[in-house]
């Protein structure tokens, strides 16, 4: 049955004398036309500025204070947007956690006044004048890792950009002034330490070293030929993480006029959240907008954490990963060693069509479900099918931010972390789904840790179990955003690859009308066919979900 129903006046034909869907009314901005009571609307200055808020991060034209964030656009990259206005404005911290557990407009407005009037201080960081700063743990991995990875290139005479660069085509519509940038970039790496950062070896350890400047990250190109990402990716390179600068940032324009720029950056020092974090202020400076002072710089909060133990996050992990399963992956060559200097990653593409789409989110929308949760349950399930097991656990990437004040910094937060699902028990699709939103809202709570930790705090039975996933997701929502400083629309394509860690990676790219998937596996482990026959079968998961809700 449809979940809303929206009369026109007559329906729209194309030239073919078929409907057009595209002329049709949005029924969401009708759903939201219902009779509410006065106790409903009655608004406040608060509430008055989170709707103006909501409307203006999610590019939803109408929202109401009973609605849900996720409903009316939201997801969770506008959700860290908005914790982050919302932190510049009233100056209180509301963790992720407490919005995916009480998500309408009303229930932020609330928790805002709330904090206000107990005002609830925020946790003291005690920082000290410590000279020297290490690395985190995954920065140290990934520093290791591009090392094997370019080992392994250099064995096989292959030719390209590190696996550890994260790199972007940028896209607007309205022209950009070459000095104007130039000029915003200078203040966004002044801003920003990270972006003035070495990585140097010190005995057999890796410290950070922060500059007052840095030279030769900005070029304006003009170019002969037509703009295109492939063009793009030739003007791409890799980065000695002893030498400045750690990233570059082109402005290409051809002969026509249009533009692109190239970001290009070192993964040791930037995560996706620091991108949205770097195209605001990026635009703000463009536009001589002033900047609120950051609290804290990357490097201090990276020495209070190291000092700082959190007894309630490790019972946490202790007690969710206590009698876990060992690590469950597809089966196709059994038994076969791995050797991840030497052996080799294929990649299989596909899609989630529109209409599988609509309907993903519409079921989404009804029931306050996120898309990433869903794909993930549809994951767990091909998973269970494919192996008997029900207790599963699927590695996936976290912000790793939980305050307010690092939501505003550009560094390498990031984690990877264990997400359990149970299904032992018999529950409809909905209820499925359910449990596993309040699962993730949970472990959300807890999310500023790192694997290596997490293994550290397992009691021992769980510990000698070994790895505790071989089976990777990641859910990744593409940039497209209205610039409020002056209007103009930005939008991101992703130029890097997926990295070549794990026996095999789902990494789906939400691009709004359609989910795109790089399904990265171990050629030791798998086929192409066998790849392709679980795509077929991960498929029917998602489509076998939606048509019994």
């Not at 005690?126 to 920065?139: A, D, G, M, P």
């Amino acid at each position: 049955m449809p979940s809303y129903f929206v009369l026109v006046e007559k329906l729209p034909r194309n030239l073919n004398g078929k409907t057009d869907i595209k002329q049709l009314p949005d029924y969401k901005l009708h759903a939201m036309k219902q009779e509410y009571s006065l106790e409903d609307e009655r608004k406040d200055e608060i509430d008055i500025q989170v709707i103006e808020m909501c409307k203006e991060i999610n590019e939803f034209p109408i929202i109401n204070m009973q609605d849900d964030f996720f409903t009316v656009g939201g997801n969770s990259l506008t959700l860290y947007i908005l914790l982050t206005q919302i932190y510049n404005k009233w100056g209180v911290e509301i963790n992720t956690s407490q919005i995916y557990m009480k998500s309408t407009i009303r229930d932020i407005s609330n928790i805002i006044k709330e904090k206000i009037n107990t005002k609830d201080d925020k946790t003291e960081m005690t920082l000290s004048n410590q000279k020297e700063y290490w690395v985190s743990k995954l920065q140290g991995y990934l520093i290791n890792s591009e090392v094997n990875l370019n080992k392994k290139r250099d064995t096989k005479g292959i030719s390209e950009y590190p696996t550890t660069n994260m790199i972007y085509s940028i896209y607007s519509d309205k022209y950009i002034e070459d000095k104007k940038l130039q000029k915003a970039i200078a203040c966004v790496v002044e801003r920003h330490e990270m972006l003035r950062t070495t990585i140097n070896k010190n005995k057999k350890r890796y410290a950070l070293t922060v500059y007052p400047d840095v030279q030769n990250y900005y070029q304006y190109i003009k170019i002969d030929e037509e703009l295109s990402d492939e063009v793009i990716k030739t003007y791409v390179k890799g980065f000695d993480i002893e030498q400045l600068p750690l990233f570059n940032l082109y402005l290409i324009e051809d002969r026509s006029g249009k533009q692109a720029i190239l970001f290009n950056i070192s993964h040791t020092i930037f995560d996706f959240m620091s991108f949205n974090i770097f195209i605001n202020d990026l635009m703000a400076s463009y536009n001589d907008v002033e900047l609120r002072p950051l609290d804290i710089t990357y490097k201090e909060y990276m020495v209070w954490q190291a000092k700082e133990k959190n007894v309630e996050l490790e019972e946490f992990w202790r007690k969710y990963l206590r009698n876990r399963p060992r690590s469950i992956r597809f089966i196709e060559k059994k038994g076969t060693p791995l050797n991840y200097e030497k052996d080799t990653f294929g990649t299989v593409k596909f899609e989630i069509k529109e209409e599988v789409c609509d309907r993903l989110r519409e079921l989404c929308n009804k029931h306050r479900f996120t898309e990433y949760i869903f794909i993930l349950s549809a994951l767990s399930l091909l998973l269970k099918n494919e192996t008997g097991e029900k207790d599963i656990i699927i590695g996936s990437h976290m912000p790793g931010r939980n305050s307010s004040r690092i939501n505003q910094l550009i560094g390498l937060f990031t984690t990877a972390l264990p997400i359990r699902i149970n299904m032992q028990r018999e529950r409809n699709v909905v209820d499925f789904i359910d449990d596993n939103s309040k699962m993730f809202t949970e472990v959300l709570q807890y999310q500023e840790t790192s694997i290596w930790d997490i293994m550290r705090y397992l009691d021992f039975e769980d510990f000698k179990k070994g790895a505790l996933y071989d089976v990777f997701f990641n859910y990744e929502i593409l940039y497209k955003n209205k610039i409020s400083y002056d209007q103009r629309t930005i939008s991101i394509h992703a130029l890097d690859k997926t990295v070549e860690v794990y026996p095999i990676y789902f990494r789906a790219l939400d691009m709004g009308d359609k989910i795109k998937f790089d399904v990265v596996y171990n050629e030791t482990l798998y086929t192409k066919k066998y790849i392709e026959g679980l795509v077929g079968k991960f498929n029917e998961c998602i489509s076998t979900m939606l048509d019994n809700v």
